[in-house]
C-alpha cells in the first residue's frame, strides 16, 4: 500500500523586511505549485501565531517521487534560492501517517466520525474542551 508522502517546514526570518521578502517570494511561488504539480496535493503556508519572523509549510504530495518532481520545478528552484538567502533557520521534519485505532484518536473523532475538542491534562488524560485541542 502506498502512502502521501507528508511534512512540515519552519522558516525563521531575522527580521520583518526578509518576513515581508519571504511572503513575497511564497505569493508568487504557491500558485504555480498548486497549477502545474498534479502530485502536490496539499502546499499550504501558515504564519505562526505569537512568532511574527516565522513562517510553516505544511505539504502532502501522493508519494516521495512527487516530492522528488516538486523539488526539481524551476519555480521551486528559484523560490528555494531566494528563500535561502533570507532565513536563519530551517527545520524539515517528515510525517508518518497514523491511522485512528481507538483511544484518543477516537475521542476526537467522535460517535458521528467528526472531530471534536479535547484538552489533555497532566498525565495524558483526554478531558472535552469548547476552546479547542490544549497540549
Not at 57 to 85: C, I, K, N, W
Not at 91 to 111: C, F, I, K, S
Request: aromatic share 6%; with cysteine.
Amino acid at each position: 500500500m502506498t502512502h502521501v508522502f507528508a511534512l512540515v517546514v519552519r522558516f525563521d526570518l531575522p527580521d520583518a523586511a526578509a518576513a515581508q521578502a519571504f511572503d513575497e517570494l511564497t505569493a508568487l511561488a504557491v500558485p504555480l505549485i498548486l497549477a502545474d504539480e498534479p502530485g502536490t496535493l496539499v502546499y499550504e503556508p501558515h504564519a505562526v501565531e505569537d512568532a511574527p519572523l516565522a513562517r510553516v509549510f505544511y505539504e502532502v504530495y501522493s508519494d516521495r517521487e512527487a516530492h522528488a518532481e516538486h523539488e526539481r520545478q524551476p519555480h521551486t528552484m528559484r523560490f528555494l534560492a531566494g528563500v535561502r538567502a533570507l532565513v536563519t533557520t530551517t527545520r524539515v521534519e517528515l510525517l508518518t501517517p497514523q491511522l485512528p485505532t481507538g483511544g484518543l484518536a477516537a475521542q476526537l473523532a467522535g460517535d458521528d466520525g467528526n472531530c471534536t475538542s479535547v484538552t489533555l491534562a497532566p498525565g495524558g488524560n483526554a478531558n472535552s474542551d469548547a476552546s479547542g485541542v490544549a497540549l
